[in-house]
């Protein structure tokens, strides 16, 4: 099937999601950070030794399960792909395990992913980079061509409806037409030209405000191979985070959704709750007052390699996004930070099964909830 089911972290689209997409035929997505959470005793062994390496550990221990509980749930179907941010400091080690326990493919993304084909050399591991723009993927281009790798497809993410981080730095910048999935179509003929690479070589996947149909079919006819979404995954009822977050997310109205920077200093799109509200209510103030300062990582993960709140970089967001999104996760609605993109959800707020969903994108017909239904194609 055309569709991916993007990467959500920390710990949203686990192995429940991702293989259940699979199961489907179509491309679920393990997010690799930090997924001790969904395993119990991963996480009794960090409380009673909270050193670093050992929360390193569990990590990797705990991605490690989730690709092979996925892959057993999948029944051999689709692919499973596990979602690598550039941005966090194991994201190496990420990379080996996924290549190691697997995994069909690996997305990376929140930075520019040029040692990938370096870190996968000889391993028989679909690439995906994730980008926003018509130069990002020019350079990355450029770059894997001279390692002699291609990547299997590009994920060209719009920063204007995506959730989580952005694919760019300042969110003034957000509603720019270099990030329209027209306008980097267009360019990138003259890119692929100047190569000596065609369109067919290298698939392109849009992201960001596909969420029905009529989404789906508009960005197949322009040109795209496939779409990834995001959010609609991430509040189906396989969907790995805890009821009430799917309820935050399926509850939200537009006014509810803000912009903000992040601790990593890219913009993000969540849900205001509680914890968000507060926090950008004193954020200038929090600035004014941290400066400079460099404060220990209050979960001992050090899981950024630059981060605003450990680093004491002003102009980047001071919070610890591990210990939001974790609540997140648990549905603590009062301290959670909730990722979250900008469009509708296909159901509204209902929350149906990802089966329900994959054929609403794919057919347009909304099926009733307790339908049981064999598998479809495009129509």
Same mark, same amino acid.
């Given at each position: 099937?055309?569709?991916?089911?993007?990467?959500?972290?920390?710990?949203?689209?686990?192995?429940? =999601?991702?293989?259940?997409?699979?199961?489907?035929?179509?491309?679920?997505?393990?997010?690799?950070?930090?997924?001790?959470?969904?395993?119990?005793?991963?996480?009794?062994?960090?409380?009673?030794?909270?050193?670093?390496?050992?929360?390193?550990?569990?990590?990797?221990?705990?991605?490690?399960?989730?690709?092979?509980?996925?892959?057993?749930?999948?029944?051999?179907?689709?692919?499973?792909?596990?979602?690598?941010?550039?941005?966090?400091?194991?994201?190496?080690?990420? *990379?080996?395990? /996924?290549?190691?326990?697997?995994?069909?493919?690996?997305?990376?993304?929140?930075?520019?992913?040029?040692?990938?084909?370096? =870190?996968?050399?000889?391993?028989?591991?679909?690439?995906?980079?994730?980008?926003?723009?018509?130069?990002?993927?020019?350079?990355?281009?450029?770059?894997?061509?001279?390692?002699?790798?291609?990547?299997?497809?590009?994920?060209?993410?719009?920063?204007?409806?995506?959730?989580?981080?952005?694919?760019?730095?300042?969110?003034?910048?957000?509603?720019?037409?270099?990030?329209?999935?027209?306008?980097?179509?267009?360019?990138?003929?003259?890119?692929?030209?100047?190569?000596?690479?065609?369109?067919?070589?290298?698939?392109?996947?849009?992201?960001?405000?596909?969420?029905?149909?009529?989404?789906?079919?508009?960005?197949?006819?322009?040109?795209?191979?496939?779409?990834? *979404?995001?959010?609609?995954?991430?509040?189906?009822?396989?969907?790995?985070?805890?009821?009430?977050?799917?309820?935050?997310?399926?509850?939200?109205?537009?006014?509810?959704?803000?912009?903000?920077?992040? *601790?990593?200093?890219?913009?993000?799109? /969540?849900?205001?709750?509680?914890?968000?509200?507060?926090?950008?209510?004193?954020?200038?103030?929090?600035?004014?007052?941290?400066?400079?300062?460099?404060? /220990?990582?209050?979960?001992?993960?050090?899981?950024?390699?630059?981060?605003?709140?450990?680093?004491?970089?002003?102009?980047?967001?001071?919070?610890?996004?591990?210990?939001?999104?974790?609540?997140?996760?648990?549905?603590?609605? /009062?301290?959670?930070?909730?990722?979250?993109?900008?469009?509708?959800?296909?159901?509204?707020?209902?929350?149906?099964?990802?089966?329900?969903? =994959?054929?609403?994108?794919?057919?347009?017909?909304?099926?009733?909830?307790?339908?049981?239904?064999?598998?479809?194609?495009?129509?």
């Amino acid at each position: 099937m055309p569709v991916v089911q993007g990467g959500m972290g920390v710990g949203i689209s686990a192995h429940r =999601l991702a293989g259940s997409v699979a199961r489907e035929g179509a491309l679920g997505t393990i997010a690799s950070i930090d997924l001790r959470h969904h395993h119990a005793d991963l996480i009794e062994a960090c409380r009673v030794d909270p050193e670093h390496d050992t929360l390193a550990r569990a990590n990797l221990t705990a991605l490690a399960r989730e690709i092979a509980a996925a892959r057993k749930l999948s029944g051999g179907n689709g692919m499973i792909a596990v979602n690598v941010m550039k941005a966090v400091s194991a994201h190496a080690d990420y *990379v080996r395990v /996924a290549c190691e326990q697997g995994a069909d493919a690996i997305v990376m993304g929140a930075g520019l992913p040029l040692d990938l084909p370096d =870190l996968t050399q000889g391993v028989d591991i679909a690439l995906v980079p994730i980008l926003s723009d018509a130069r990002g993927v020019a350079l990355v281009l450029k770059k894997w061509m001279k390692k002699g790798r291609l990547p299997d497809a590009i994920v060209i993410e719009h920063p204007a409806h995506a959730g989580g981080h952005l694919g760019v730095t300042d969110i003034g910048d957000m509603g720019s037409e270099r990030f329209s999935f027209e306008a980097i179509f267009a360019e990138l003929e003259g890119v692929y030209a100047s190569l000596g690479i065609s369109r067919a070589d290298v698939p392109l996947i849009v992201a960001g405000g596909v969420n029905s149909h009529e989404a789906v079919r508009k960005w197949l006819e322009a040109g795209a191979n496939g779409v990834q *979404v995001g959010t609609p995954f991430a509040v189906t009822e396989e969907g790995d985070a805890h009821p009430d977050f799917k309820r935050v997310l399926a509850d939200a109205k537009p006014e509810d959704i803000v912009e903000f920077v992040s *601790v990593t200093g890219l913009p993000a799109r /969540a849900v205001t709750t509680p914890w968000l509200e507060r926090y950008l209510r004193n954020e200038s103030r929090v600035r004014a007052k941290i400066g400079s300062l460099k404060l /220990a990582c209050p979960t001992g993960l050090e899981c950024l390699s630059v981060c605003g709140l450990r680093d004491g970089i002003e102009k980047f967001g001071h919070f610890c996004i591990d210990t939001r999104l974790a609540a997140a996760l648990r549905g603590d609605i /009062a301290n959670g930070l909730f990722f979250r993109g900008r469009e509708a959800l296909p159901f509204g707020n209902a929350i149906r099964s990802v089966r329900d969903l =994959l054929e609403l994108l794919l057919t347009g017909v909304a099926r009733p909830a307790v339908a049981h239904r064999a598998a479809f194609a495009l129509s």
